[in-house]
């Protein structure tokens, strides 16, 4: 297993246009996370699967934004009319429910995707 | 609100020398759990060390250690004998809860390591 895969790592897109990202996550992790990070902030939590179940979405910032896991396995975010604000850097990371944001490679980040909105 | 803060935005140290980042935080928990991570220019971010706030006892990770203090909220980094590899932002997180969701970051220190 390579780690927690993001595609694309460049996204550069006109305002108003609508954005979609995927994140696979580390095969046998049940749970998968998304994170926004801005220029010289450090990455603030958007929402989390357990398995395809989105167990927490009150943190998604904007009604602009959905994220889905449909099988369990893989995720996507999307934007939806995107704005100029959310340009940033999107993290995708995912562990083991039992524990695993407390073990040493329990929580495997993503290289990110980083999104830029002209 | 639980905030974390890192009051020193930028940082830079010879190589060899030892070097400590402040990070305090804000919450009404009792039990929580506290992590430095390391951000490189690869971006993925790279857990330095944990600690659990119920143990008294400073977390150690070969040359990085902590000096937790709890009455404080206040839960520094320190990293010995730097090496040029240590060159990356540094984050300190938090999660207040057993069951691990999710992280709140603090805005990151910006760490050089000069040859």
């Avoid at chain 2, 951000?39 to 944990?50: A, D, E, G, K, T």
């Amino acid at each position: 297993d390579t780690g927690v895969s993001q595609n694309p790592r460049h996204k550069i897109t006109k305002r108003g246009q609508n954005v979609t990202f995927r994140c696979d996550p580390i095969s046998e992790h049940n749970r998968l996370y998304w994170y926004r990070q801005t220029l010289g902030q450090g990455p603030e939590f958007l929402t989390y699967f357990q398995n395809e179940a989105q167990l927490e979405k009150s943190r998604l910032l904007s009604d602009r934004f959905s994220a889905e896991r449909p099988k369990g396995s893989f995720s996507t975010l999307e934007i939806q009319r995107t704005e100029q604000g959310d340009s940033a850097m999107y993290l995708c990371a995912s562990s083991l429910a039992a524990g695993g944001m407390f073990s040493r490679y329990g929580y495997t980040f993503g290289s990110g995707t980083r999104l830029t909105v002209v | 609100a639980q905030t974390v803060t890192q009051s020193q935005p930028e940082m830079s140290v010879q190589e060899a020398e030892t070097v400590t980042l402040s990070c305090t935080y804000d919450t009404s928990e009792n039990n929580y759990y506290l992590f430095w991570y390391k951000q490189p220019p690869s971006r993925q971010m790279i857990l330095v060390i944990r600690q659990e706030a119920y143990k008294q006892q400073n977390a150690t990770e070969n040359r990085f250690s902590v000096n937790f203090q709890k009455a404080a909220k206040s839960f520094s980094l320190k990293i010995s004998d730097s090496q040029l590899g240590d060159t990356a932002m540094y984050f300190c997180a938090f999660t207040p809860n057993n069951y691990g969701q999710n992280f709140v970051f603090g805005p990151g220190t910006r760490l050089s390591v000069l040859p």
